[in-house]
């Protein structure tokens, strides 16, 4: 009788001890989350810049040059983050995106952000990453090859190519440029038959860079885009939404378009590179 009562006391003792590690595990878990920042004309934020608060305690000032800018940040779970924005000049080019470690998006803002203090949240470091939904969760695919989406319950990246009416519900696909350089994206068939298509590039997936953007350039309102003249092997990443945040399933080919020779021509050839900047 004495037995099964220590056993069973010290089995007491052994789920409170379990509980107490897992609980206090819980409370120091740590992860990192980031901040992308973009500004479309390639110039910087020109004067405006966020400020990042943890805990009531400034981590800094963040803003991006060039044409994007990345920031990493530790956080452990039930800190209190929060955002602050302060304006520049030309604040019609700035956007930026707040991503939790598993790349799901938290909050975005811009073009014309907002400022002041404009969001605040409690960090989860436990969160699911979800394939696709954003550059650096993108989905392969590879030359040749046409694969099923679905933007249903996707948010949205916040990443903005401007046109085909971007609003959210963007799905990611990442490739590697094949030895050609000349490639064509195409979406059809599915529940959605109106789509918009985008293709970035830059050496990470936290630092996208425009190459190209397209909305009915395919079958009826479907999206077609060329891309020609790519480095070899760098990595493109591919974001294909619904116009005007239309959500339901598509379908994305990439073909791998060869060697494309204009040796000779009754016309004149004209090749425009406008390394990511619209032809008004």
């Not at 990192?32 to 608060?53: E, Q, R």
Request: a negative charge; aromatic letters at 12%; proline letters at 4%.
């Amino acid at each position: 009788m004495n037995k099964k009562i220590h056993f069973k006391n010290t089995l007491l003792v052994c789920l409170f001890f379990t509980f107490f590690l897992q609980s206090n595990f819980c409370k120091a878990q740590c992860c990192t989350f980031t901040l992308n920042m973009h500004d479309t004309y390639g110039d910087g934020w020109n004067g405006g810049f966020l400020t990042i608060t943890l805990n009531n305690t400034v981590l800094g000032n963040c803003s991006a040059s060039n044409f994007a800018s990345t920031s990493t940040f530790q956080v452990c779970n039930g800190d209190t983050l929060r955002l602050n924005y302060t304006a520049g000049s030309y604040e019609n080019e700035n956007s930026y995106q707040l991503f939790d470690a598993a790349f799901n998006l938290l909050f975005a803002n811009g073009p014309t952000p907002q400022t002041g203090n404009v969001f605040t949240t409690i960090a989860n470091c436990f969160s699911i990453a979800v394939p696709g939904s954003n550059a650096c969760t993108a989905i392969p695919i590879d030359t040749g090859q046409c694969l099923m989406g679905n933007n249903t319950g996707f948010l949205g990246t916040g990443i903005n190519p401007n046109c085909a009416s971007y609003t959210g519900g963007d799905v990611w696909y990442l490739l590697q440029v094949p030895p050609s350089g000349n490639l064509s994206f195409v979406t059809d068939s599915g529940t959605i038959n109106d789509t918009g298509i985008a293709i970035w590039g830059d050496s990470a997936c936290s630092n996208l860079h425009l190459l190209g953007c397209d909305d009915d350039g395919g079958t009826g309102y479907f999206s077609s885009l060329f891309l020609g003249d790519l480095t070899p092997n760098q990595t493109l990443y591919i974001q294909v939404f619904g116009y005007s945040g239309a959500t339901g399933t598509f379908q994305l080919c990439v073909k791998d378009l060869g060697i494309i020779r204009c040796d000779s021509s009754e016309l004149p050839i004209v090749l425009i590179k406008t390394f990511g900047q619209p032809i008004i």
